[in-house]
């Protein structure tokens, strides 16, 4: 089977430009969720989409935004970026049913470099 | 604010020793718990996962929950240096699919 598979794997970008992160999950999970890891915050939720439906959503401004196709495939858009978004951007995808018994199994990540 | 606090370490032990992680949590209605290992550079890698208090094992891994004490933790017997990696606790609530992360064991294991 599978794992998820996050691209671009490797981005550079510059302040005030926008970027979108992909992300296929594992055959027949409908649940994808979005972390940003950095050095000094560690791993942070950013989102999750649940057939096709946001529906957890983290603690981060409104220029992170996603969304989640009708195969289960997400993206997640950073606008106007800062450098302070460089970081890895982690996909998980999980059934997302079965209550807080599923676990998430990660991509690659995509590691955004902003300058 | 939910919490999940781990020693950052580095922790190190030696070839074949045990090695003991901790983590405890503050939110009463965390149902669930799991252990990621991350390499350098690399994404985090699901190990284990635990739910009712207890012992769970498996191969060389045990996870322990407490959570009348809100504690769990991860035994690795017989480490081996390609175990060295950071070891990740990660709690999950009943509402939703959303996983607090501790800030990561670092573990070395030296030959």
């Given at each position: 089977?599978?794992?998820?598979?996050?691209?671009?794997?490797?981005?550079?970008?510059?302040?005030?430009?926008?970027?979108?992160?992909?992300?296929?999950?594992?055959?027949?999970?409908?649940?994808?969720?979005?972390y940003q890891?950095?050095?000094?915050q560690g791993?942070?939720?950013?989102?999750?989409?649940?057939?096709?439906?946001?529906?957890?959503?983290?603690?981060?401004?409104?220029?992170?935004?996603?969304?989640?196709?009708?195969?289960?495939?997400?993206e997640m858009?950073?606008?106007?970026?800062?450098?302070?978004?460089?970081?890895?951007?982690?996909?998980?995808?999980?059934?997302?049913?079965?209550?807080?018994?599923?676990?998430?199994?990660?991509?690659?990540?995509?590691?955004?470099?902003?300058? | 604010?939910?919490?999940?606090?781990?020693?950052?370490?580095?922790?190190?032990?030696?070839?074949?020793?045990?090695?003991?992680?901790?983590?405890?949590?503050?939110?009463?209605?965390?149902?669930?718990?799991?252990?990621?290992?991350?390499?350098?550079?690399?994404?985090?890698?699901?190990?284990?996962?635990?739910?009712?208090?207890?012992?769970?094992?498996?191969?060389?891994?045990?996870?322990?929950?407490?959570?009348?004490?809100?504690?769990?933790?991860?035994?690795?017997?017989?480490?081996?240096?390609?175990?060295?990696?950071?070891?990740?606790?990660?709690?999950?609530?009943?509402?939703?699919?959303?996983?607090?992360?501790?800030?990561?064991?670092?573990?070395?294991?030296?030959?």
């Amino acid at each position: 089977k599978a794992g998820v598979t996050q691209t671009p794997r490797y981005l550079i970008k510059t302040r005030g430009q926008q970027v979108t992160l992909s992300c296929s999950p594992i055959s027949g999970h409908r649940s994808v969720s979005w972390y940003q890891q950095t050095p000094g915050q560690g791993l942070q939720f950013l989102f999750e989409y649940f057939s096709e439906t946001q529906r957890n959503k983290g603690n981060f401004p409104g220029r992170f935004s996603g969304r989640q196709f009708s195969n289960s495939r997400s993206e997640m858009n950073v606008s106007t970026l800062e450098l302070g978004d460089s970081a890895l951007y982690l996909c998980a995808s999980s059934l997302g049913t079965g209550g807080p018994y599923s676990p998430l199994h990660f991509g690659n990540g995509t590691r955004l470099t902003v300058t | 604010q939910k919490e999940v606090e781990q020693n950052s370490g580095p922790l190190s032990v030696p070839e074949g020793a045990i090695a003991s992680l901790n983590c405890t949590y503050s939110d009463r209605g965390s149902q669930s718990f799991f252990w990621y290992r991350q390499y350098s550079g690399k994404s985090p890698e699901l190990i284990m996962f635990i739910y009712s208090n207890g012992d769970k094992e498996d191969g060389r891994f045990t996870a322990q929950l407490n959570k009348a004490s809100q504690y769990v933790s991860l035994l690795i017997r017989d480490s081996q240096p390609s175990d060295s990696a950071t070891y990740l606790c990660a709690v999950k609530s009943n509402a939703g699919n959303m996983l607090t992360f501790g800030g990561g064991t670092r573990l070395m294991v030296k030959p």
